[in-house]
């Protein structure tokens, strides 16, 4: 009888005890994601160096780009991320720090940070009506090469830049 109380009492303290992690890592990729929101909203200067090197830290994105398309770095999501209500696919940007960002030839695309979800351009702008209006934020059919080879995709990018 004792052993049956003690593995009940042990298995309500790991559910317990699991549970709390659960919520605090979801509270955390909250934090990020609220953080990331506001700057690709253009609510807040963006900032992709600090912003790409926390989600990286956190495991959030991968540690180098998968892609460069005119000096604008791609990097995958690696753990579940929800930006303005949507699925992220990928975090981009580009900013003049050689260490975080690759740099091509030409001129700059100035300091931009945004994200690549999986939904059509109309879909994207319907439903974000109110920040489609403003002319730093940006809303366009991606280039970016996540996807089964093969596969048709639909990606849009949402960001916001600055021209230096």
């Known amino acids: 009888m004792k052993k049956i109380i003690l593995c009940i009492v042990l298995t309500v303290v790991f559910a317990v005890s699991a549970t709390g ?19 690709v909203s253009c ?8 912003a790409i090197r926390a989600l990286q830290k956190a495991g ?10 005119d000096s604008i770095s791609y990097f995958r999501v690696r753990k579940p991320l929800t930006i303005l209500g949507f699925e992220v696919y990928s975090v981009l940007g580009f900013d003049y720090n050689q260490k975080v ?9 100035g300091t931009t940070l945004g ?3 999986p ?10 009506k109110n920040l489609d209006s403003q002319k730093s934020i940006i809303i366009y059919e991606s280039e970016d090469e996540i996807g089964l080879k093969g ?3 639909v990606r849009t990018e949402i960001h916001c830049f600055r021209i230096p």
Do not use: C, M, W
């Not at 609510?43 to 600090?50: L, V």
């Not at 959030?60 to 398309?69: A, E, G, H, L």
């Not at 939904?119 to 974000?128: G, I, P, Q, R, W």
């Open 21 to 39: 992690q659960v919520k605090t890592v979801a509270s955390q990729y909250k934090k990020f994601a609220d953080a990331l929101e506001t700057q």
């Open 151 to 153: 596969k048709a995709h």
């Open 101 to 109: 960002f690759a740099r091509g030839p030409g001129t700059s695309p």
């Open 43 to 50: 609510a807040q200067e963006p900032e992709p160096t600090k």
């Open 60 to 69: 959030i994105i991968s540690r180098t780009p998968y892609n460069v398309v």
């Open 115 to 117: 994200i690549v979800v």
């Open 119 to 128: 939904y059509s351009v109309e879909e994207v702008k319907s439903k974000l």
